[in-house]
């Protein structure tokens, strides 16, 4: 067994390598007493005070992670909810497939099956909104928010066919912070670059 001394000395250097490649490079500099404006905090903050923010506490903490902390420009951090929503799409719609697969009334599978309609909808238009962001604001404004209603008719189906899952309920709610997040940052686009477009 290592000497206690060595031991501490590896630990040490472990924990410092581990610390220091999670940062993003601008706190690395930071050390080295260089001011950097704090920009992608306030823009993440400014995002979630935004008016078509459904839930501000989700949005900040849905984009407190280091990659999108160093986001410096609005268009990054759009590409970034566009990825996030998608991802979440991704994720219900798993567990919607999971669901359908269990036996259950016709209403129930008619309603399940609307809402993976639904879900694969807002797959492909968050993963095209991505695209649209530079060039075109305001289709991708459009384009994310239509994914909405779509949601809210998969809700409708689920309750008039008296579907009774949690899961899906917190995947829906979780799929409309992700839109109204979506459609305030191309909102902030838009405003950005009024004559643009």
Do not use: W
């Not at 099956?113 to 879900?119: F, G, L, S, T």
């Not at 309750?159 to 109204?180: C, D, E, H, T, W």
């Amino acid at each position: 067994m290592a000497p206690p001394n060595q031991l501490c000395l590896v630990l040490v250097i472990f924990i410092s390598m581990f610390s220091l490649s999670s940062l993003p490079t601008s706190a690395i500099i930071l050390k080295a007493n260089v001011s950097l404006p704090v920009l992608s905090s306030q823009l993440v903050e400014n995002l979630c005070n935004g008016k078509a923010v459904e839930n501000r506490k989700f949005c900040l903490k849905a984009l407190s992670t280091p990659k999108i902390i160093a986001v410096m420009d609005t268009t990054q951090l759009g590409t970034l909810i566009m990825k996030l929503g998608a991802a979440n799409a991704k994720a219900t719609l798993n567990v919607y497939n999971e669901i359908i697969k269990k036996p259950g009334s016709p209403q129930a599978l008619k309603a399940l099956n609307c809402c993976v309609e639904a879900y694969k909808y807002a797959i492909l238009s968050f993963e095209m909104v991505s695209s649209e962001l530079v060039e075109d604001p305001q289709t991708a404004n459009y384009d994310v928010a239509v994914i909405g209603p779509e949601i809210g008719n998969c809700e409708k189906e689920l309750i008039n066919a008296k579907v009774q899952a949690p899961r899906l309920l917190v995947g829906n709610r979780f799929m409309k912070y992700y839109v109204s997040m979506g459609y305030e940052i191309t909102s902030t686009l838009e405003l950005e670059n009024p004559n643009e477009y």
